[in-house]
């Protein structure tokens, strides 16, 4: 199966994958939020996966993280037999 092996500041986050997957991603955002009085900023990283609509959906994620300028970031596409069990999976 496809993972991914998410990494930040050099230290192994998760590997991340399932067979059953149809969906896994790796998400960098960054947003500025405009509370009155304040000029809040969040950079962070989800990442996660679903399953397909025929099958019973649901929402598989592994890793969530806020992030600080000068924090890096890797990711690295593996062909893997197994992953981290994820951390939560609901229903979508």
């Known amino acids: ?14 590997v991340a994958g399932a067979p059953e997957l ?6 960098l955002t960054w947003v500025r ?4 009085g304040t000029d809040a900023r969040a950079a962070e990283l989800r990442v996660g996966g679903s399953t397909s609509p ?3 959906p649901q929402q598989h994620d592994w890793s969530y993280a806020h992030l600080s300028p000068g924090d890096e970031l890797r990711v690295i596409v593996i062909e893997a037999a197994t992953a981290d069990p994820p951390a939560t999976v609901a229903p979508l």
């Open 1 to 14: 199966m496809i993972a991914f092996e998410v990494w930040l500041n050099g230290r192994t986050l998760c």
């Open 22 to 27: 149809n969906v896994l991603a790796a998400t």
């Open 33 to 36: 939020r405009h509370p009155p």
């Open 54 to 56: 025929a099958t019973a």
